[in-house]
């Protein structure tokens, strides 16, 4: 073939129009037919220095940018076409006439036309034209050939980037994500059968096994309360309960007459139970109702017997009070379902109340419910409650009631109350009120009877109250127990003048038995002057008044005293002789106990000890005790008050008993309500027997409409009370007569 002159006029590269055939002219090989020497006419054997530049021509189509050849580059990616670099625009095989028609084998990317200079229409690019469109379209003839561009184009422009293709998704990403939450799902769900299987099935096992059992109540016994020889003050006994389901009584009205008689009420009474009703919450039928609670067992059979619809007869327990009503203020008593309500049967509730065991067993359905042999058992045994052993003595005790009670009745008293104390070891022997109630049958009792009135009840003490004048000074030293006191019938405090029952002289000397014998309040009120009103305060405390005995019993008063800041004029002159202040009947008791026991007060008591279920026997905290005067000023002051009880026209004269020296004082008082004192009078004696060495001390506090009738009541209830209690004891009699006493000079 011969050589194409490379000097050829560049018209000729430009104007030759490239066309399908030129693309036909292409062997698969990539060689053009004037390659193989078979077109034109020419020469099979190529020229060297063609084949050359023919090699050199095919490099250049694998330039990336500016027509400059990258040595040492590896192969561009290809296009669609072999040969064909991927990021380039070929060039066209017009444009160098060197190689021919067929030394290109690929399809040229769109490009860019540039409109003409003058015709005004923006620049536009031809994209997506097929190969053969491009082939015939015919060369602008103002555009210069590849390779021979005009000295004004020699800098190529480069060529502009073909658009990116669109972005492809990201199927592994997808399915990643798709894994991740199938897996978590399934996590899920396999957490959760664990949960089921291991954590949640003993619940789901227990539930099942819930509502496949019966339950029955095993009742625990209430304890008893024993008085101080274990005799039986109160106790729990079987019994049974009677009730109704109003949704299944037919006949009203028969069934009340047939159930009247057993239930010891009226059929008036019974048969508006019966009748059908709806709950006031919910709207939702009655279906239960009591008729009776703790009926006796054959009573129950009987109704049992009647088989009765809708009657229901079952299982219970009632407190059986023997003594009905000995000591029920102290005892108190229990509500329906045996919880403690007053008295003792409140305060130790917990002690006393046992607790409910249960016998739980698997049943079937339907006609086979009844206890699956071999299934599901479990009991829980009930535990009774403990018992209470009381220092009360029964027989003491019932004295002292029938005794007060009848005091009571002669003169029409409103109230009265007893004690009996130990002297030596704080134990409550008896505890009297009146009036009183039968415990077995609390609800009929009026409210007024239900108070235990020596624990509850506050008075002015009155002349009781000078053996705590005497003791202070006594111990103070103001006095001595041979000292004397000048007197006149009267002496003023403050606007008020305070006269004695016994009138003396002006000027005549008191001893001190006389002092007592006669209750002088002029000697008393002088006595407290030299005292000091700090000092009584204090000893007034030391005695137990004004805060509660601690003896155990619900609603104990605390009682008031008068501190010497808030003192008044008359107080100086009305404290002493017992006015102006508030103390329980017991708290005087005590005050008088300390005097017997040589000086120290102990603390009263009711509870002596606790016996569990299986016997075992607790003894409660030892007793609150504390000193207050000496032993010889309480033996000193024990022998001034035996003046009471022997000296011709004492006041204490109707306490004296025959063969027994006593020691004690009488008083007269107000009773003290809401802060106002209350109309009629509170006659009291405190006393202790033998008095040499004494063991019991008994105070009577009695209150009565009238004037004058306390002190008549009180000292005859002391002697008689005192007589039972010393005799009842074994006490000895004493063996020394009481000295004589001067009172006055």
């Known amino acids: 073939m011969a050589r194409r002159d490379t000097d050829e006029p560049e018209d000729r590269g430009r104007n030759r129009r490239s066309g399908?055939?030129?693309?036909?002219?292409?062997?698969?090989?990539?060689?053009?037919?004037?390659?193989?020497?078979?077109?034109?006419?020419?020469?099979?054997?190529?020229?060297?220095?063609?084949?050359?530049?023919?090699?050199?021509?095919?490099?250049?189509?694998?330039?990336?940018?500016?027509?400059?050849?990258?040595?040492?580059?590896?192969?561009?990616?290809?296009?669609?076409?072999?040969?064909?670099?991927?990021?380039?625009?070929?060039?066209?095989?017009?444009?160098?006439?060197?190689?021919?028609?067929?030394?290109?084998?690929?399809?040229?990317?769109?490009?860019?036309?540039?409109?003409?200079?003058?015709?005004?229409?923006?620049?536009?690019?031809?994209?997506?034209?097929?190969?053969?469109?491009?082939?015939?379209?015919?060369?602008?003839?103002?555009?210069?050939?590849?390779g021979r561009s005009r000295p004004q184009d020699r800098r190529q422009r480069p060529a502009a980037p073909p658009p990116d293709p669109p972005k492809m998704g990201e199927p592994r990403r997808r399915l990643r994500l798709a894994t991740a939450l199938a897996l978590l799902l399934f996590a899920a769900i396999g957490v959760r059968l664990v949960q089921f299987q291991l954590a949640d099935a003993p619940a789901f096992a227990a539930q099942g096994l819930e509502d496949r059992l019966d339950k029955i109540t095993l009742p625990a016994p209430r304890g008893s309360i024993f008085d101080s020889t274990g005799a039986v003050l109160a106790k729990s006994v079987e019994a049974r309960f009677v009730a109704v389901d109003p949704e299944l009584v037919e006949?009203?009205?028969?069934?009340?007459?047939?159930?009247?008689?057993?239930?010891?009420?009226?059929?008036?009474?019974?048969?508006p139970l019966l009748q059908k009703g709806k709950q006031e919450v919910s709207g939702k039928p009655v279906r239960f109702r009591w008729l009776l609670r703790g009926l006796n067992v054959d009573d129950a059979n009987m109704v049992r017997a009647l088989k009765l619809k809708g009657i229901i007869v079952d299982r219970d327990e009632r407190r059986d009070l023997p003594g009905h009503d000995l000591a029920a203020n102290l005892i108190g008593f229990t509500g329906t379902d045996l919880n403690g309500l007053a008295g003792v049967e409140a305060r130790y509730d917990q002690v006393l109340r046992g607790r409910n065991g249960q016998l739980r067993y698997e049943t079937g359905n339907g006609?086979?419910?009844?206890?699956?042999?071999?299934?599901?058992?479990?009991?829980?045994?009930?535990?009774?409650?403990?018992?209470?052993?009381?220092?009360?003595?029964?027989?003491?005790?019932?004295?002292?009631?029938?005794?007060?009670?009848?005091?009571?009745?002669?003169?029409?008293?409103?109230?009265?109350?007893?004690?009996?104390?130990?002297?030596?070891?704080?134990e409550v022997v008896a505890q009297a009120s009146y009036p009183t109630f039968d415990a077995a049958n609390h609800s009929a009792a009026k409210p007024e009877e239900l108070a235990d009135n020596a624990t509850s009840v506050v008075v002015d003490p009155g002349s009781v109250h000078k053996a705590i004048v005497l003791s202070a000074a006594l111990q103070e030293g103001v006095i001595e127990p041979d000292s004397t006191v000048k007197i006149g019938p009267s002496i003023k405090k403050g606007n008020q003048v305070y006269w004695d029952t016994h009138q003396f002289a002006e000027g005549t000397k008191i001893t001190l038995p006389g002092l007592m014998a006669f209750s002088s309040n002029v000697a008393t009120i002088k006595v407290a002057e030299k005292l000091g009103a700090e000092k009584l305060y204090e000893y007034q405390k030391l005695f137990g008044l004004g805060q509660p005995t601690g003896i155990g019993v619900p609603g104990e008063s605390s009682g008031q005293l008068q501190p010497p800041e808030n003192w008044s004029g008359t107080s100086y002159g009305s404290i002493p002789i017992g006015h102006e202040m508030a103390v329980t009947p017991l708290q005087m008791a005590a005050a008088y106990a300390a005097i017997a026991n040589d000086g120290v007060w102990v603390q009263p008591h009711l509870i002596k000890k606790t016996i569990a279920p299986d016997g075992k026997v607790t003894l409660p905290a030892p007793v609150k005790s504390h000193r207050v005067i000496s032993a010889e000023n309480a033996a000193a002051l024990r022998e001034i008050m035996e003046a009471v009880t022997t000296v011709d026209q004492a006041t204490g004269r109707s306490a004296a008993l025959p063969g027994y020296r006593i020691s004690g004082k009488t008083g007269t008082g107000s009773q003290v309500l809401n802060g106002k004192?209350?109309?009629?009078?509170?006659?009291?004696f405190i006393g202790m027997a033998p008095a040499e060495n004494p063991r019991y001390v008994v105070a009577v506090f009695v209150k009565t409409p009238g004037v004058g009738a306390g002190g008549k009541v009180a000292g005859p209830a002391f002697r008689d009370i005192m007589a039972f209690t010393l005799r009842h004891f074994k006490v000895l009699p004493s063996t020394i007569a009481s000295p004589k006493f001067v009172t006055t000079y």
């Open 677 to 684: 004192y209350v109309k009629g009078e509170v006659g009291s």
């Open 367 to 426: 006609d086979l419910n009844k206890p699956i042999p071999g299934g599901f058992r479990q009991e829980i045994k009930a535990q009774p409650g403990s018992s209470l052993m009381l220092t009360i003595d029964r027989d003491v005790q019932f004295q002292a009631q029938h005794i007060l009670f009848e005091g009571m009745k002669k003169v029409k008293a409103v109230w009265g109350a007893a004690v009996v104390l130990d002297r030596s070891t704080g």
């Open 251 to 271: 006949e009203p009205k028969a069934t009340a007459g047939l159930l009247a008689p057993l239930l010891g009420k009226a059929p008036s009474e019974i048969e």
């Open 20 to 146: 399908i055939g030129d693309a036909r002219a292409f062997t698969p090989r990539g060689r053009t037919t004037r390659d193989g020497g078979t077109g034109d006419g020419a020469d099979a054997t190529a020229d060297p220095q063609a084949d050359a530049e023919l090699q050199r021509r095919r490099a250049e189509l694998r330039m990336v940018r500016g027509g400059r050849a990258e040595e040492g580059r590896p192969p561009q990616r290809l296009g669609r076409v072999t040969g064909a670099p991927a990021n380039r625009r070929p060039r066209r095989a017009q444009e160098d006439p060197d190689l021919g028609d067929g030394d290109f084998d690929v399809e040229p990317p769109p490009r860019r036309r540039t409109a003409p200079a003058g015709r005004g229409r923006p620049d536009r690019e031809f994209i997506g034209r097929t190969q053969a469109a491009r082939a015939r379209e015919p060369r602008r003839a103002d555009r210069p050939a590849a």
